[in-house]
């Protein structure tokens, strides 16, 4: 495995309460693997990927589990040893709103050769803009524009240097949170074709991060649904996409809509995922599930049904 | 190589032209600036009636108080009175209509011509406005300066501390302490000298030197820093504090900016996310504050001067509004206006150094 996380726990501090935003999950993704989330607005998608890059902030309430990265479990690092050894050259970031994630006031070529030179993955500048470049070339970034600042780039152009960025430094895992939501439709298809294709010729490992089912059913091998902080579902795609197990990843796939389909009101989930601060102790799809019955409410455990984790009582064993 | 040569050729005259446009700008700025300055200066004509008043006063006494006059006839006299009112009429240029005037000031103004003041006279006897304003700029910037580049500096510096140790015991301090500020630096200077000068002895009550000055170079330093130490003082005591938690405030804000997490998601150390990712993008900003603020200094300020007894260019234009002093008043102000001008172009010229948005708008944008 190359990444195995164990009990991954990420609270927030309010005024109002303490916000689980990542409560208690567990997963794990082997080299060469690709691996999606997908899940409403609010369900803590962005707080995951955080929390597993440790880009904590201020109100931070509870961090705790372990993050196993080829074996090693780096919860246990120091935040400069986290900061030399993990950062970019083992994990990179795809930022969800990456309109804003470059610096306004620096050149594009700075900015991607900037984390090379700081973690020594180049010793000199020369070398980390050839590694810039190529990188550059793999995502169909023109290259005559690499002198120019990130205002004077389109936001797909933006979106391509900062994956650039990313897999400049050849890192083991990729994280993509939402990478194409700020873009227009056409240069979503077109990044994403550029993903799987830098996949399939690289080797690339990814955890991508979206809200978009539609996208992950595209370009994923595993997906993860997630709801209100914790992971319901773990399949592998195919079976997925076919024959969801969990009611809420049913609900889910019934509400993309479809091209060829006649329908006068497009399928969606009645009520609202469930508050992060102090969620029920019930199952917490239960308030909107369509499959409701009396042991929903307690909160289920997870069941393993062929390889594939749900988090729900329908698949107790032995009924 | 053609190809580049010529682009660079058409982006320098670009430039050329920004700036261009840009003085030309702060051209008619300046003069439409200086002419409402001589309008309110003179009251818009007022301070001439004023002014002739005075004299028909000045020309009617002297006739009454002459026995040579006494034999005239009062007819014949008043005749002789308004002979002298018109001499001195025109000695004063009071014989032409204020508009006309208006516009001869204007072009004296701008050529730095000040020419004489009405009443004042500086501190060594002259009566030529330019003495009168420059012998008391110096002392103005001493104390202005000193204590604004303490205050601008040390803020700055704080404020960047503490925008990383947010919620700290330092930074709940800083902000328990802001409503310091509510009071002005005079009323601090008065606490100051209370303290240290009148109970403690230890510092002086006010001016600029000892009296007499010494003649020793360095002494005379040591004793301008001892004067110097109480008014620098009551300045930063009744600004740091709200202008830290400004400067703190802001760096929070963009270090929220999500470039800045990415920064960290790529490994860089804290220091070089705040040299890169915090101070850099607001370098445009700082700059314009302080060479805004710098420009505020140079007024001097008349109620901390009058505190400390500071041979400041504050008290002087006070002095000079009070006895109805236009040409000192105007002359102040064409001074201060040309400073004004030429730092917002300086700053013009800054900006377009660090902000690359900018710098697009003087060479007109990329070519595609």
Known sequence: MLLDVKNLKFYYQTKRGIVQAVDNISFSIRRNSSLVFIGESGCGKTSLSKAILRLLPRNVAEYSGQIYFDGVNVMEYDDEKFRREIRWKKIAFVPQAAMNALNPVLKIEDQLAEPLLVGGLASTKGEALEKVKEALRVVGFPLQFMKRYPFELSGGMRQRAIIAMALAAKPDLVILDEPTSALDLLTQANIMNELKRIKKEFGLTYILITHDVGTASEISENVAVMYAGQIVELSDAERFFCNPLHPYSEKLLESIPRLRQRRDVLEYIPGQPPSLINPPKNCRFSDRCHRRFSKCDHEPPVFEVDGRIVKCWLYERGE | MEEMGMTLASNLKRILKYFLVRIIIMAITLLIGV??????????????????????????????????YRIMSSEERQKYAKMLEEIEFKRFGLDQPFLIRSFLYLKQALTLDLGNAERLTSDTGSRKVKLIILERLVPTLVLMMTSFLILFFSAL????????????????????????????????????????????????????????????????????????????????????????????????????????????????????????????????????????????????????????????????????????????????????????????????????????????????????
């Open chain 2, 157 to 368: 510096t704080f404020a960047l501390f503490l925008s990383r140790r947010y919620g700290s015991f330092f930074d709940k301090m800083i902000i328990a302490l802001a409503p310091l500020s509510a009071a002005p630096a005079w009323f601090y200077g008065i606490f100051l000298i209370l303290i240290f000068a009148a109970i403690l002895k230890i510092l002086p009550f006010g001016g600029m030197v000892r009296v007499p000055p010494p003649d020793n170079a360095f002494e005379y330093f040591l004793s301008l820093l001892r004067h110097l130490v109480l008014p620098v003082f009551s300045v930063l005591l009744s600004s740091i504090f709200i202008s830290t938690y400004n400067w703190r405030t802001y760096f929070l804000i963009y270090s929220n900016e999500d470039y800045v997490e990415m920064a960290k998601a790529k490994g860089l150390s804290s220091a070089m996310i705040e040299r890169r990712y915090i101070l850099r993008p607001t370098m445009p900003a700082i700059v314009t504050s302080f060479a805004l603020s710098l420009i505020t200094q140079w007024m001097g300020s008349i109620t901390l001067e009058t505190v400390f007894n500071w041979p400041g260019l504050g008290r002087r234009i006070y002095e000079a509004i009070s006895n109805f002093d236009s040409p000192v008043i105007v002359g102040a102000n064409v001074i201060y206006a040309y400073l004004l001008a030429t730092t917002v172009l300086v700053l013009d010229v800054i900006y377009a150094i660090l902000d690359p948005r900018v710098r697009v708008e003087a060479t007109g944008g990329v070519e595609q």
């Open chain 2, 35 to 68: 002419y409402v300055v001589i309008l309110v200066a003179n009251m818009g004509g007022a301070v001439d009636e004023i002014r002739k008043s005075e004299i028909r006063e000045a020309v009617g006494r002297r006739l009454l108080g002459d026995e040579n």
